[in-house]
């Protein structure tokens, strides 16, 4: 069983950063592949980036390529997602989730702990 608790958001200016955090509890965190998904009012959830349990390998949505940087510490239990150059319609929900597996997982399918989710606002 693995918690997540997510924190970092907040409301920010276009051209902004801010970093999310998601802290884990449990202790095989270092076993799970991690990821991070957005909602925005009135569209599905959609996928934003991955990482495989070591931290060695990543995938990011186009949408966020070369703005958004997902890491994590192990030894912190907690993975983070640096955003930077924010824009308006980055603003959503952005939920941490734990994989069922150790690799790679982009599709919320494969997901089977979700954290409850922490708000951010880019305003333009």
């Known amino acids: 069983q693995v918690q997540l608790v997510e924190s970092g958001g907040g409301l920010v200016q276009a051209g902004g950063s801010l970093r999310l955090s998601c802290a884990a509890s449990?202790?095989?965190?270092?076993?799970?592949?991690m990821g991070w998904f957005r909602q925005a009012p009135g569209k599905e959830r959609e996928f934003v980036a991955a990482i495989n349990w070591s931290g060695g390998g990543t995938s990011h949505a186009d949408s966020v390529k070369g703005r958004f940087t997902i890491s994590r510490d192990n030894a912190k239990k907690t993975v983070y997602l640096q955003m930077n150059s924010l824009k308006p319609e980055d603003t959503a929900v952005y939920y941490c989730?734990?994989?069922?597996?150790?690799?790679?997982?982009?599709?919320?399918?494969?997901?089977?702990?979700w954290g409850q989710g922490t708000q951010v606002t880019v305003s333009s």
């Open positions: 989730a734990a994989a069922g597996t150790s690799g790679l997982a982009v599709a919320a399918r494969y997901y089977d702990y």
């Open positions: 449990g202790r095989t965190f270092s076993s799970y592949g």
